[in-house]
């Protein structure tokens, strides 16, 4: 078995590959130490000569720096020893040497790990594509950029940090630079921020090339689960759900709206568009500007005559609940969207609840992903390595410890109750304390961490309590834990990052007692809180209490235990049993197992969303970044008219409606009365196609030559732009409610993920043909004006408020015609949905 355990060891074989290595950086200790400060500083220099030759290929810049590495980490070596009075160990060198493949280093508590990734940064940062390194908190980055400055400027690099109260600018400045250091949080909301400016001038970040993440399993495994996301309020006001409402109230059917109870579509008539530009005081409700206006009136139109209470819908104690079709049951939590359950409540007059809308999301998962190289630090990951590789590609690499471990990791200690398990702690607590040896007690929960405390307090022993709410406090608390008679109550998390060290006489006394007051569910954080103790060769001590009363404990039928425990008259004892610290392994295994599953589940969902992503910010971007999109603008006019005319057109002539189609291209693509009759009866296809794109054009000409060449680029960047973020988030909030209810899809035997894959996609290309519908449509047909034209009504403006009488004289109002829309074209109100399944249903 040990042999087999030799040859399979990939760990064993992956530390002699990185001692193969490490030994040629040491080779070169003694030549650089003859360096000047200027020669040293010269080396910077001549690497980035090598990798400036081929800026533009990044995978034999990658070969280059595989070549350098044993130089590079031996002028890090130098000059860490003289800025810093810190020089790498062997070990350090093999973990940062890991950094560099791509992978994690597991290194013990107190071994150096900021120390160890500065010399894969500084060796990635030579390329000019920059490196993040990510610490947990902003005290953390706070700090480590200001120490490690010294080091990378010295060897003419540039360090930047990234905090959250920053502006664009300096945030700019701050990823401009060789090494930014920032948290994963301020990392991955400037980058869906990024991805919603209308300028290139507006990013902050260059494209993500090559991060160090400390504490690498707390980020992309403890908050795994947690998405990113930036959400604003909904765009629409109570205030316009309540004068919609009190609008369509005074309609009258027929000769203000029609409803088609077949068809369930309800609409304005000229004399309804009328009445409404006079109550909302417009000169045209179909004005691109007055979209929101008529986009309530239609939901209130909706709500008032569409939809029956207790058919549809019941009011219970002030709430508008959706009454399932199906089953007749009602659907708490659900709420219809786009603002109809809006126009339901302005109808009942019951509270109108604001929605928040999601603009952009994204989870840590595939945040990190989109980096060409990741690495990561930590003292615990190898419990998650098959999480590791699964999800980010990176092995975790052991790295052994630069003295030997002298910590004393004594057995589990078991009690029937919590009480008893606290009484123990607190006598353990106070006879240590007696001795003057510092104490670290940790806790799985804030309350029991306040529980302690207060037995501690009526036992006479002066601590501190450790929230984690104040980073600079909790770091200054943590490295004053390893003092002389110093108690330190703390949560298993807290105070990552930063060392205890030992006073004064501490180590005579048998150095740091860790006490756990309780397992939990991750192996990993036991190992974390256990860590805390025996750096670098310290002496120490850990032991964890549990009662049969815990959660865990529970998980693994501590009942039998507890009665075995009664029987035997050992209710009120301590029960020290490899066995059951075995089984509490055992279930811990069990739940990383689940969250393990939860996690992946929530990845599964969200690389739907990825793939998705990556197209509309791929567009976003190309539009952004060209100086001229006329093409991509005509590209989706054309998608849009092809497409319409086919589905109208590629059919029995005696099935056209060819009314309703003439009346579609004039909404859509023409000015009304550009086309006649004559352009659609019995004409080919693309006879059709090339004459409505024909007319399209001159219109896109005469707005420039209304605007000007270069307005009109900005106008058409604008409109493409506008409807592309509007059409996707009204999308994520799409995907959000699907997602909600799709695990339901299970009990008829479905697989819920395959269904959301294929409704996902099937609601992707729809989307993506609302965007060039709209787009096509928002530029043909909104109006523009030239800057001369604009003075003039300014000048009119003023000249009718300063008039006597005070009157207002009407805009003759447009005749609009009614608007009849196919069942399967997209919908006029721009949701991206076909017209049956949105306003139409």
Not at 34 to 55: G, P, R, V, W
Not at 209 to 222: A, H, P, Q, R, T
């Amino acid at each position: 078995m040990s042999m087999l355990r030799k040859l399979f060891d990939g760990n064993k074989r992956e530390l002699k590959s990185l001692e193969k290595e490490m030994k040629k950086v040491l080779a070169l200790e003694e030549r650089y130490s003859t360096y000047s400060d200027s020669e040293l500083q010269q080396e910077t220099e001549k690497f980035k000569a090598k990798l400036t030759e081929h800026s533009e290929d990044r995978k034999k810049q990658d070969k280059i720096l595989d070549q350098i590495l044993p130089e590079a980490f031996a002028v890090v070596r130098e000059a860490s020893q003289r800025t810093l009075e810190m020089k790498p160990f062997p070990v350090q060198i093999m973990g940062g040497i890991a950094l560099h493949k791509g992978d994690i280093a597991e290194m013990k508590t107190g071994e150096g790990k900021t120390l160890t990734a500065t010399m894969p940064v500084y060796l990635n940062a030579l390329t000019g594509r920059g490196v993040h390194v990510i610490t947990v908190n902003e005290y953390l980055s706070s700090v480590q950029s200001e120490e490690m400055a010294k080091l990378y400027n010295f060897l003419g690099l540039t360090v930047g940090l990234n905090l959250n109260q920053k502006n664009s600018e300096e945030k700019r400045e701050a990823y401009n630079c060789d090494i930014t250091y920032t948290t994963n949080n301020e990392l991955g909301f400037d980058y869906l921020r990024d991805n919603m400016v209308a300028y290139k001038e507006d990013r902050v970040q260059r494209p993500l090339n090559y991060c160090v993440v400390d504490e690498v399993d707390s980020i992309l495994i403890d908050e795994a689960r947690t998405p990113l996301i930036i959400s604003g309020q909904a765009d629409e006001r109570v205030t316009e759900y309540q004068q919609a409402q009190l609008f369509v109230s005074t309609l009258k059917k027929e000769q203000d709206y029609t409803y088609d109870v077949r068809k369930n579509t309800i609409l304005l008539t000229e004399d309804g568009m009328t009445k409404a530009e006079k109550w909302y005081k417009l000169d045209n409700l179909y004005d691109v500007k007055n979209v929101s206006t008529l986009h309530h009136i239609n939901q209130a139109l909706k709500a008032n005559y569409t939809m029956e209470r207790n058919v549809d819908y019941v009011v219970n104690d002030g709430e508008v609940l959706i009454v399932d079709k199906f089953t007749g049951r009602t659907m708490p939590g659900r709420r219809f969207s786009e603002g109809l359950h809006q126009a339901l409540e302005a109808k009942e007059a019951v509270e109108i609840q604001r929605e928040s809308k999601t603009l952009a999301s994204i989870t840590f998962q595939n945040f990190f992903r989109l980096y060409n190289k990741l690495s990561g630090m930590t003292g615990t990951a190898k419990t998650e390595e098959e999480e590791f590789l699964d999800i980010y590609n990176m092995r975790v690499t052991q790295i052994p410890t630069n003295r030997p471990v002298q910590r004393e990791d004594l057995n589990d200690r078991i009690y029937s109750t919590k009480d008893n398990k606290y009484k123990a702690v607190i006598e353990e607590v106070v006879e240590r304390y007696k001795r003057g040896q510092p104490v670290l007690i940790g806790t799985v929960a804030v309350e029991t961490s306040e529980i302690i405390s207060d037995l501690l307090r009526r036992a006479g022993v002066r601590h501190n309590v450790l929230n984690a709410k104040n980073h600079e406090q909790e770091a200054q608390i943590v490295e004053d834990a390893g003092q002389r008679g110093q108690v330190t109550i703390a949560t298993n998390m807290a105070g990552r990052g930063t060392d205890i060290k030992l006073g004064e006489g501490v180590r005579e006394l048998g150095g740091l007692a860790v006490i756990g007051t309780e397992r939990h569910e991750s192996r990993r954080i036991d190992d974390q809180l256990r860590g805390r103790s025996g750096r670098q060769g310290d002496v120490g001590v850990s032991t964890f209490y549990l009662s049969l009363e815990d959660d865990l404990m529970k998980r693994f039928g501590s009942e039998r235990i507890q009665a075995m425990m009664e029987k035997l008259g050992m209710e009120n004892e301590m029960l020290e049993s490899r066995f059951i610290t075995r089984n509490v392994e055992s279930a811990q295994k069990r739940v990383e197992g689940n969250n393990f599953d939860a996690r992946k589940r929530v990845l599964e969902y969200d690389e739907v969303l990825r793939t998705q992503r990556e197209i509309i910010y791929g567009e976003r971007n190309e539009i952004i970044d060209k100086k001229d999109v006329r093409d991509l603008l005509h590209g989706m006019i054309d998608n849009s008219i092809e497409r319409t005319i086919h589905y109208y057109n590629d059919q029995d002539s005696s099935m056209i409606d060819y009314e309703t189609f003439k009346e579609l291209l004039e909404q859509y693509y023409v000015r009304e009365g550009e086309i006649e009759m004559d352009d659609l009866v019995g004409q080919s296809t693309e006879s059709i196609i090339e004459l409505i794109k024909e007319k399209a054009y001159k219109e896109l000409e005469r707005k420039e030559e209304i605007l000007t060449p270069e307005r009109m680029r900005q106008f058409e960047r604008m409109m493409m732009l506008r409807t592309i973020d509007q059409k996707w988030t009204e999308h994520i909030d799409s995907m959000d409610q699907l997602r909600t209810g799709i695990h339901l899809r299970s009990y008829g035997q479905i697989n819920p993920l395959r269904e959301y894959q294929n409704e996902g996609l099937e609601m992707f290309e729809e989307m993506m043909n609302a965007i060039e519908d709209s787009t096509a449509r928002m530029t043909l047909k909104s109006e523009v004006q030239s800057d001369e034209e604009i003075k003039r009504e300014q000048v009119v403006d003023k000249n009718k408020m300063q008039a006597s009488d005070g009157k207002k004289k009407m805009k003759k109002q447009p005749v609009v015609k009614k608007q009849t829309v196919g069942r399967n074209d997209p919908c006029p109100c721009g949701s991206g949905k076909k017209y049956k399944n949105c306003h139409g249903a």
